[in-house]
């Protein structure tokens, strides 16, 4: 880790849309700049470099790294890519690694990931935005009274109606519907309630069950619902379907009183969480609100980034956390796709 207090010089990887929520959030955090961009596609690359006011730009990540004095790397790339960038990155020194979720395609792929990072003593944190939100620190807050009593169930839901017969002809271009770049649903949306739910149980995954099905026109998972138990008795419910309505909702069910996020993962604006519990008399329900201030999380992720560099921060993603959910995501596609219940038998090491 970095102690002193020079400008974090960071490259990126990826010069698409995503990238600018990188871009524009190196802008609000003190002592960081993204000075040189890479995407295999020139004008890109280029446009991203001027826009953002980046030294350089590449179309070539290992000249990149081998050109440019970097302290650190984000990969803004697709998530069939991460294993081979980590090690690449890794492999020509650099030790500090923000890796856009989610991070691998596969449990060996994260297991060989988890071993490269400590081999090469290095930092490496996986980008997924809403643990970063003062809505999850609220969450988390409100969890550590006593009052509320123990958690029993973590409902997590991310799905919108998104009919193959209306989208735009083209949508093939987009990663999201490509399987081997780890489109559908598993990598992309369902990787932040597997998050949620690993992170709110405070345990460690045990058995896991998941029905959904393949979309005929892509090949890639666009239905996926699952059921995860853990060893402290917590049960994790995920829902995420094209073929649902939209729902980002993030629900925690308590002894006395249930914990309900409506927008949890994309959160902008102002938001509020509501608790729900009753009186003595059974049927009197009473609600508190909390509401929470506007931010972007964007910005507290790469500061976060930043200052576990420099020494001054742990991570709020620690990659033991992120290694779980990548096992986790696996059992719960081999469970969908297998149709039979998964069994996961991971080291006490992976737990918080």
Partial sequence: MRENNNILKIG????????????????????????????????????CAEKYNCVAYYTDMEVMLKNEKLDAVILCTW??????????????????????????LSAEEALSIWEMVERNGAFLMEGCKYRHHPAIHKL?????????????????????????????EGIELDWRFRKECGGGVPYDWM??????????????PTRVFASGNESERYGVINRIYGMIEYDNGIVGIIESSKDANFSQELQITCANGILRLPVAWGIYGEVKITQTHRKQDWGYILTDTYEIE?????I?????????????????????????????????????????????????????
């Fill in 12 to 47: 990126i990887v990826g010069c698409g849309d995503h990238s600018r929520e990188h871009m524009n959030a190196a802008k609000a955090v003190p002592g960081v700049r993204i000075t040189a961009c890479c995407d295999i596609i020139e004008d890109r690359a280029r446009n």
């Fill in 79 to 104: 998530p069939m890519q991460h294993l081979e960038q980590i090690k690449k990155c890794l492999s020509m020194g650099i030790k500090n690694i923000l890796c856009e979720k989610s991070l691998t």
């Fill in 140 to 168: 988390e807050s409100i969890l550590s009274y006593k009052d509320i009593g123990k958690v029993d169930s973590i409902r997590a839901t991310f799905s919108n109606y998104e009919p193959e017969e209306n989208l735009d």
């Fill in 191 to 204: 990787s932040y309630l597997v998050n949620a739910c690993n992170h709110f149980s405070g345990g460690l």
């Fill in 294 to 298: 506007e931010a972007n999380a964007f």
């Fill in 300 to 352: 507290l992720q790469l500061r976060n980034f930043a200052e576990v560099i420099k020494g001054r921060e742990q991570p709020v993603i620690p990659l033991k956390q992120s290694i779980t959910n990548a096992l986790t995501i696996d059992a719960l596609v081999t469970s969908m796709l297998e149709k039979r219940i998964v069994t996961m038998e991971l080291s006490k090491d992976f737990n918080k």
